[in-house]
Structure formats: C-alpha cells, structure tokens
C-alpha cells in the first residue's frame, strides 16, 4: 500500500459488532473511506442509515455485503468476527485475496477441534492469524490486542491497543492508519504472544465474574489477577509464546480491563452464572460470543492432556461445565500448595 496516499484509500473491516464499529470510526478518521462487511441485508441498512448500534459511525464508513467487492478496493483488511466463523470467512475471501493484501484481525480466540471423546490435538489448535495463513495467500498479517472495551472507545475516551505482525511494514502501516490523538497503537513482532495473552485473559475475565457475582472483594481479585497471569504465561510458554507480551498491554493491560466490570461479556457471563443464571440462556441472549467460554474448554484439553498446571482454568472450568460450588472452588485454591511467587521468570 503507498503510503504517501493513505488519507486518499479504502480500508475495509469484516464484522459489525462493536469492535467492529469501533476499527471503523478509528480508520475513518484516517481513510478516505471504510467498507464495513456485513452479511445480513437488515443491518446493511443500517450502517448506510446509521441508525441503532451504528448511529456512532462516521459519515465516512458504508456498508458492503460483497467480499469480492471488498477485495478489490481494500489492500488493507481488518476481520473483526467471532473465532467460530472466522475458519469459514478465511475460506470465503480466500478466492479474492492475493499475496499484496494486508489482513490485520481483532478476534481473540481460538480455532479448534474437540473431538467427542473430548480430546485436543496440539497441533489442531491454530490462532487467527495462522488460520489466515492457512485458508489463504496473504502473508502480511497482523493481529490487534489489548485493553479495548468497546463502549469506552465509542464514548471517545482515550484507549490503546498493540498491533503485532511478524512484518515491520504491517504495524507500521496498522499504525497509521489507526492513531489518532486518543488512541495509541503500540508494536511487536511477537504474534503470537500478542494473540494468546487476548485470549487466555478472557478465561480469567469469567473467573473474576465468579468472584464479583457472589461478592467477593478486592483482595482475592487482586490474587485472581496475578496468579491468573502466572498460569497464562505458562500455558502460553507451553503453546510457544514469549512471556514479554503477557507482561504489556495485551496481556496484564487486557487483563485489568475486562477483569474488572459488567463491561466485559466475559466478566459479565461469570458474573451472571455466580447469579444462578443457566449457561445455556447466557449464551442464547449474548449479542455477540463470550469468546471465553469457547477457550475455557479448549484450554482445560489442552492443559489435561499436556500435563499444564493451571489450577485456575481447571476450577473455572469445573464451576462453568460440571457446576462445582463457587466456595468450594475458592477453598480449593487458597489451600492449593503455590511454592513460589513470580515462576515465570
């Protein structure tokens, strides 16, 4: 992409849910224009007539429902969509996508393959930007990660986020095309660092919904939170990530955020659950996915089958899907035999 001409492109983002339209506001101020793909001809509607969720949007961002389209005036694309549909999107675009295109992705989950018998292959389990190389031919991919609640973003209150590609020319290009006075977007080439902090964070997010649903306070959040990080680092060690991104901005930074409040889906459906809500009617009422949850069982394989000590997402996941009393989950833990503080240096 020439650079020179960035204020005169089109950019495009795959997804209109809040992250979405937040990729979208952020790029408008940027762009000339942004394409917002959405598949549905009802909310095509209403990106064009901003009205309801996209009355925020600037005047700038218009609806597509054509990939091929999009394809065509976008060298720069940023995938915003649930884990669970993104494989399919990948295979979607992958007829229209060429080797110069940028795909810079938002979604902070897994690809995964859980069998019936409830197994999880190592190798079976692929981030988003490998699920890109795999489905397509791009090959400057990039993803975003980082303490981005979408409501404040929108409200614009000053926020960051990091952009990690194996590409120098990737985050310096993401960069440009995202900053503005109230957004800062840091750099590293530590992709998958970046991409497994996003992710693991969110099953902490549920714990401290748990906690914060039955009245816990301050000091055993605070203990979630840094214990909660030990075992994210180690799990992502065990994955082949760096310990230096689970210690900025996408990890610990990402973690505070959607740890602390109502604000993060993830925090919310732990939260409700420790209510006595049902899983099942959480799920069929969210909006948007609790990427979290998804996670939480393909993490809990994972760890099982790896010999991965992560007492944490084990509990989690006991109290989440075998519906284990909260209480005892907590005795458990404050009785569990740590030997050290920091082990992950």
């Not at 942004?34 to 064009?48: G, H, K």
């Not at 897994?110 to 489905?135: N, R, Y």
């Not at 020319?169 to 977007?185: A, D, N, S, T, Y």
């Not at 750099?187 to 964070?201: Q, S, Y």
Request: hydrophobic share 40%; charged share 20%; net charge negative.
């Amino acid at each position: 992409m020439d650079q020179e001409h960035l204020s005169e492109a089109t950019v495009g983002v795959v997804g209109a849910g809040s992250f979405g339209i937040c990729i979208a506001n952020l790029l408008s101020e940027n762009v000339s224009e942004v394409l917002l793909y959405t598949r549905r001809a009802e909310v095509f509607d209403q990106i064009e007539n901003k009205v309801g969720n996209f009355s925020q949007l600037n005047a700038k961002v218009k609806a597509c429902r054509d990939l091929e389209l999009m394809s065509q005036k976008c060298q720069l694309i940023f995938p915003v969509i649930p884990s669970k549909y993104f494989r399919e999107l990948m295979r979607n675009m992958s007829p229209y996508l060429k080797p110069t295109h940028f795909l810079i992705h938002g979604t902070k989950g897994l690809d995964a393959e859980i069998t019936t018998s409830s197994e999880v292959k190592e190798h079976s389990i692929k981030t988003m930007s490998q699920v890109i190389e795999e489905e397509t031919s791009v090959c400057r991919i990039g993803c975003l990660s980082g303490p981005n609640l979408s409501s404040e973003i929108l409200a614009e209150q000053p926020a960051a986020t990091l952009l990690a590609s194996k590409y120098t020319e990737v985050i310096k290009l993401g960069q440009q095309v995202l900053r503005c006075p109230r957004f800062q977007v840091y750099g590293t080439h530590d992709i998958m660092g970046a991409e497994l902090a996003g992710v693991l964070k969110n099953v902490i997010a549920l714990a401290a919904g748990l906690l914060g649903g039955i009245g816990m306070g301050k000091n055993l959040w605070a203990l979630l939170i840094t214990r909660g990080l030990s075992e994210m680092i180690h799990i992502g060690k065990a994955m082949g990530a760096d310990t230096k991104a689970f210690l900025g901005v996408a990890g610990i930074g990402d973690l505070v955020a959607t740890a602390a409040g109502t604000q993060s889906r993830n925090y919310n459906a732990g939260y409700r659950i420790a209510k006595g809500e049902k899983l099942e009617d959480i799920l069929n009422e969210s909006a948007e996915m609790v990427e979290g949850l998804k996670t939480l069982e393909t993490i809990h394989f994972l760890c099982q089958q790896n010999k991965i000590n992560a007492p944490i997402f084990e509990v989690t996941y006991r109290v989440i899907y075998k519906g284990l009393n909260i209480d005892r989950a907590i005795q458990f833990l404050m009785t569990y035999p740590y030997e050290v503080d920091v082990d992950f240096m």
